[in-house]
């Protein structure tokens, strides 16, 4: 239970600082949305971690619920990073265009 | 026929110089693409018989072979030949790889590096990396080519119109041999000889190819 706690307190911190940021203009309501709604589902499965425990337990799993969450979570953080990936490639192919058309604009030419 | 050499060029200021005197007997017109050099590049295709191109920064072989491309296309090149500024490849060579476009025997024509047998290729490069790409390239790819990964083409004006790219790095060589057949163009490959200076393309820069095509994937 006390481990419970402490993760809620942390939540709370987090969304105290959330506000507090979005009070100071550092970050756009829009972000503030976004982490908020996420610390709130955070906050709700540790709520109801002992219910996710008999979940887990149910579909067979030996480990704990806790444990479900940590695989769920590390393979969101993989598609995230391949998310971050694809955009960057993206970015970068985009800066490409833009590097030649100011090349074609500039050429030079020795040629008679 | 109105030939053009595109040559991309990256910090190589030592040896631009002798690659353009030497390739400029064998084509109408010299496209130096300078990708974002640090070096006197600047200065010594001053007096260089070629038209100039400069990306402001880096991007990459296949970035910069595009824009050259691009720009022969514009100023009516009916072939266009794809050369390294490194000194590299043979100028004499230019003629063995325009000429099946121009008796109508191909559209697309390949260097080949295995095709010629005064090439001195590492040992390493030319018994397992390029075994592993000639692999990757039959049974992935579908292409059955002895050179898999050859910078050396000559581009006719079917294959001008047809090939596009999108890689700007190295994987741009596997694109290109893709579209080619998938365009249906007709494919010829002719012997041409390489001088090492360095190794050139090592493991890691192949893994780089291939995370590059399949991200390339991902994001169509």
Redesign the interface.
Known sequence: MLQEYIALAFILFFLGRLGWQLYKDQISKSQFLMWTLFWFIVGILIIYIHAIDSFTTKLGFSSSGIQLLFYIAVVLLFYWV?RL??TI??M??E??EL??S???A??????N | MKIFCVIPSWNQANTLEKVVNDVSKFCDNIVIVDDGSTDQTKEVVKNLPAHFISHAINRGQGAALKTGTQFAKEYGADIVVHFDADGQFRAEDLQKIVAPIINNQAQIVFGSRFLDTTTKMPEFKKKFIMPLARFINKYVFRINLTDPQSGFRALGPLALQEIDWRQDRMAHCSEILVAAHRSGLTIAEVPITVIYHEFGQKIGGGLKILRDLFLSKLNN
Request: no cysteine; glycine share 0%; proline share 0%.
């Open positions: 391949l990936r694809l490639e993206k970068s192919k800066i490409t590097t030649r100011q090349a074609l500039n050429k030079n030419s020795n040629h």
